[in-house]
């Protein structure tokens, strides 16, 4: 959907002043009018308001209610260790996704009209071996036009864009997308139909790991896909996240074992904001950009990626306790992207 308003109150001042005043419901009418809107922009300006106030007072959004993943049909507590290596059949690793148009909760009492593959957001994690063929069945059960563009090394005509190949996929209709899995490391698959920006951010995406023939050492592995949600379509994201569901590992913190190898699989599928970040707190982690090099770039505890940039994370926490992970963007954590390891 386009921006209905070309007013110069950023998201920013609009929330700060409703925090200020408890005006949010009444700002979000006068500058969004549009009848079939204002539930939903009043519940996202409410929402940022009550966040920071919780945020202030507690640390978390967990002051103020939670979501049942059972309505959402995900959890992204599963999610985080949640690997897709598909069915092999015939020498080829086989997936398929299917396009769909669901309503989901993003934070407590903020839903979300999003579009999924598989149901979920973000997508099932493909995971495959280097030089592997690979063969994915999209199936576009959505009212809109879709693709499935992989990031990789592939023909043109498999590359899931409108007007090549197969081009954009109409309701109701599938196809199928074939290649061999190539270079290893960490890479995502997004929708590529028009305008961009709504397919993505709308949800329609997913990480994509490509192991090398070699492996990796053994390690307790995580999937975080960093995302937000514009709730109120002026291209602004009111919600931020780690596997859709705003501050989901704060009340549940992800668990891992003191001195085991912890490798994060981190994928940065943000939309209308240029950069997101991860910093871990009390330790530092081995970087590995793309995953397609087999020894480190740095060694740090904040890293900083682009639209659609990945790397893949490794540490170990040489002490039990509670250790906090969150964009290293202030606004970005308080209003739901951050967490905490807790470590046993």
Known sequence: MRKFWNGKVSRRGLIGGAAATGAALPVVHELVPHQGLHDQAATAAEHKARARAAHRGSGHLGAVGSVDPRANGFDPHEIVRDFDEGIVRGGVREWELVAEDREIEVAPGVRYAAWTYNGRVPGPTLRAREGERLRIR?????????????????????????????????????????????????????????????????????GFVIDPRQGRPAADELVMVMNGFDTNFDRSNEVYAVNTVAFAYMDKPIRVKRGELVRIYLVNALEFDLLNSFHVHANFFDYYPTGTRLEPRDFTDTVIQGQGERGILELRFPYTGKYMFHAHVSEFAELGWMGFFEVV
């Open 138 to 206: 999209f199936v576009n059960g959505s009212s809109h036009p879709h693709t499935i563009h992989f990031h990789g090394i592939h023909r043109d005509v498999m590359d899931g864009i409108p007007g090549v190949g197969p081009g954009n996929i109409a309701p109701g209709e599938s196809t199928v997308y074939e290649f061999d899995a190539t270079p290893f490391g960490l890479h995502l698959y997004h929708c590529h139909s028009t305008p961009l920006a709504e397919h993505i951010a709308k949800g329609l995406y997913g």
